[in-house]
């Protein structure tokens, strides 16, 4: 499996706060995503990332913002937490030609309350 | 919304094969099919892809019809480690390539 990390696995914060997640990668994949995961809905799209500095958004993009200044690391950011976003969020990394195979984090539960 | 089409749920008795099945009927020529597992509260897994051919790995093997609209993921001895939630996706990969993941099959595997 690829090296992938994500910080904090778990986070209880309160509504209008901001909330960064952080995915960090050691296998130098080009491509890096944020799904997040509902009960009922499966898992979806947040943003996703093709290079450093290029980005673009996914199906449930509003209110997430992501950066992605070194090939390693994936932000997500909660500009002002609310509670339809308490969630559990993966990240994802792509392993490119041929198979382009994504693998996923462990996860980070947040709570918004 | 999700493309394919799979079974909620299956049941599997330990050591036997479990069969999984897919529906992915607007899957275009270049597109890939991926099957990925998600074990409870753990990150999805990646299991197998396959374009046209059938495929076999480690874990399980893939089998595509020659219309390439549906599929079956084969789990030749099935364990209690393999239950989990199952699915099946459809992509072309590279650029601008997104998976789109449904609600996939619940297989549990019993003793």
């Known amino acids: 499996d690829a090296g992938i990390t994500q910080s904090p696995r778990h986070k209880v914060t309160e509504t209008g706060t901001p909330v960064t997640l952080r995915c960090h990668q050691t296998?130098?994949?080009?491509?890096m995503y944020w799904y997040r995961q509902d009960p009922g809905h499966g898992l979806r799209l947040i943003h996703y990332?093709?290079?450093?500095?290029?980005?673009d958004k996914g199906e449930v993009s509003d209110g997430y913002s992501v950066s992605r200044s070194k090939t390693e690391d994936f932000l997500l950011t909660l500009e002002s937490a609310t509670s339809s976003q308490t969630s559990v969020y993966f990240c994802?990394?792509?392993?490119?030609?041929?198979?382009?195979?994504?693998?996923f984090g462990p996860g980070t539960r947040l709570t918004v309350t | 919304d999700a493309k394919t089409t799979q079974p909620p749920s299956m049941d599997c008795a330990e050591g036997r094969a479990a069969n999984l099945p897919c529906n992915h009927s607007?899957?275009?020529?270049?597109?890939?099919v991926y099957w990925y597992r998600q074990i409870h509260s753990q990150g999805p897994q990646y299991i197998i892809h396959?374009?046209?051919n059938n495929e076999t790995n480690e874990m399980a093997s893939l089998i595509i019809t020659e219309d390439r609209k549906s599929s079956t993921l084969i789990l030749p001895h099935a364990t209690l480690r393999d239950t989990a939630v199952y699915y099946c996706?459809?992509?072309?990969?590279?650029?601008?390539?997104?998976?789109?993941f449904g609600k996939g099959t619940l297989l549990t595997v019993n003793p």
């Open positions: 296998e130098n994949h080009r491509y």
């Open positions: 607007t899957i275009s020529g270049n597109e890939y």
């Open positions: 996706i459809f992509g072309s990969g590279g650029s601008n390539y997104k998976l789109t």
């Open positions: 994802a990394t792509e392993s490119g030609p041929p198979a382009y195979e994504q693998y």
């Open positions: 396959g374009l046209k």
């Open positions: 990332s093709y290079g450093v500095k290029d980005t």
